[in-house]
């Protein structure tokens, strides 16, 4: 696949999206229209749906797809809505769970379930591939040429790797001695390696910005440092984190704290290295500005960029086919009947999980308001949460937003669990959350006391620490 030119080190490429864009559903648009008597006749489609069905399509039924169909299944009865979720395949993976794959502590079968089945009934599913949308005639043709019209579309169709991108990651030493634990084959692939690995120079290297959950590289080095620990090998391994950043995370606090640990245990921190080469048969990382660091394992985490579904569909996304959205209501800038969320959106908000649950909450309400012509919620706030694995049965947790950097305290209130901080609790968290994300948060449940606006009670300003 041709990709957009990475080679000026453009590791912040997210775009900032206008505020407030918060469209008329074309409906409301088209009695505007026939007011002002100039016969747009946007509304053409849509009053259709007014007297039948409305037709709901959603593409990708991973976290966002699936929790957004349940939750859509649960606010529009079987008469109101036709809702359709389209996927590739029928394996639905546990993502988080591929950190663990590595060090032989889950497997990607244990990880792994059937699409359909998360999917509550009275929902269509297609297993196809989408080959793009035409959002101008509201039409999805999917890969075997069919068509499916929409009045809603939500786009949930994800990020994908893009290794081949750079230049020789996938070239000689490919799953050989340079890996990624980013897909399930790679991690297992992975697992083989490091059990035997116990001498030698072991990088971890994230190659450009955006990534999903920016922390999983950094939570790969402190899972490291404690398997090679307990193998009783560590003192015979060189462990160093290469990141395109200037420091170990993006922001500060954080980012001084994790950089922190990171000195604690030996790990080497490399900053602002644009990977512009691997040369797995020579064991070098080089740089775009021609500095080299070298390995005998690397852990490279590719390039991403948004579906190629949404490259080929005309006027829906960016260069790199993420979907310009508003950051606050989730509509897509350019598509009124379009919705955003998850990975796919292009917003200044980490690519994860718990922001796709946390976006899922806001975007159905705005689709429910949309079909009824009223003003949408502009109340996503860039909510981020994040459990970070650092090794020895601990874990540290992170909340922040668009507006607040990750502070310490507690979460979800003044009593919870430790902001900040390594704790045995929020170890014990990050494990019960697969639980959760099967049973509660796919099915689109809500989880008491945890709400898509992030609470500021329980945080304190860091220099209060
Ligand atoms: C190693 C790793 C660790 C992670 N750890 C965490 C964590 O600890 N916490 C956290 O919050 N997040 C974590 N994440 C991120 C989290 O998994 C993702 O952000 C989340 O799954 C995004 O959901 P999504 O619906 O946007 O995309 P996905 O769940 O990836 O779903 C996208 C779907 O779209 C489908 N699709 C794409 N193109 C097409 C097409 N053309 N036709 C048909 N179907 C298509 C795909 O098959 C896929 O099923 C992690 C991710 C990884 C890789």
């Not at 039409?139 to 893009?162: N, P, R």
């Not at 790990?267 to 070298?294: C, H, K, M, Q, Y």
Request: hydrophobic share 35%; net charge negative.
């Amino acid at each position: 696949m041709e990709g957009p030119d990475r080679k000026k080190g453009e590791f912040d490429s997210v775009n900032y999206t206008p505020r407030g864009t918060n469209f008329l559903p074309r409906d409301e648009e088209s009695h505007q229209a026939e007011e002002r008597g100039d016969g747009r006749g946007v509304g053409v489609r849509v009053r259709k749906a007014w007297c039948d069905m409305h037709r709901i399509v959603i593409l990708g039924g991973g976290t966002g797809g699936t929790l957004a169909a349940n939750r859509l299944r649960k606010a529009f009865g079987t008469d109101e809505a036709g809702i359709t979720v389209v996927d590739r395949d029928d394996a639905h993976v546990y993502q988080p769970g591929l950190l663990f794959v590595p060090f032989g502590l889950t497997h990607p079968e244990d990880i792994t379930r059937p699409r359909g089945r998360q999917l509550r009934g009275g929902i269509d599913y297609r297993t196809t591939g989408v080959d793009r949308v035409e959002p101008d005639q509201q039409t999805v043709v999917l890969a075997d040429g069919s068509t499916l019209d929409y009045d809603v579309l939500v786009v949930a169709t994800g990020a994908v790797l893009a290794p081949e991108e750079t230049e020789g990651l996938t070239g000689p030493g490919w799953m050989e001695r340079v890996f990624t634990f980013y897909t399930p084959e790679g991690a297992a692939a992975l697992e083989q390696a490091l059990a035997t690995f116990d001498h030698g120079r072991l990088v971890v290297n994230v190659v450009d910005l955006p990534i999903k959950c920016p922390v999983a590289p950094l939570e790969f080095c402190f899972l490291a440092d404690w398997f090679l620990r307990e193998r009783g090998v560590r003192d015979r391994v060189d462990l160093t984190y290469v990141t395109p950043l200037d420091g170990a995370f993006t922001k500060p606090v954080a980012s001084d704290r994790l950089g922190g640990m990171l000195a604690e245990r030996d790990i080497e921190l490399v900053t602002e290295f644009n990977t512009g080469e691997v040369d797995g048969a020579g064991g070098r990382l080089i740089s775009f500005d021609d500095r080299e660091v070298p390995f005998d394992l690397a852990v490279v985490v590719p390039a991403h960029n948004g579906a190629p579904c949404i490259v080929r569909s005309d006027g829906l996304g960016d260069e790199f086919g993420f979907v310009p959205t508003d950051e606050h209501t989730l509509q897509s800038t350019s598509h009124p009947e379009v919705f955003v969320l998850g990975d796919a959106a292009s917003l200044p908000v980490s690519k994860a999980g718990s922001v796709t649950h946390f976006e899922g909450e806001v975007l159905v309400e705005n689709v429910h308001r949309f079909l009824r012509g009223e003003p949408l919620d502009a109340s996503y706030d860039g909510h981020v949460n994040c459990f970070i694995e650092t090794g020895f049965h601990k874990a540290m947790l992170i909340d922040f937003n668009y507006d607040m950097e990750p502070l310490p305290g507690h979460y979800p209130g003044d009593v919870g669990l430790p902001l900040l901080k390594e704790s045995h609790l929020n170890h014990l968290g990050k494990l019960l959350f697969q639980w959760v994300y099967w049973h509660s948060l796919l099915p689109g449940r809500d989880l008491p006391g945890i709400h898509s606006t992030m609470p500021t009670r329980g945080k304190r300003q860091a220099s209060a620490v």
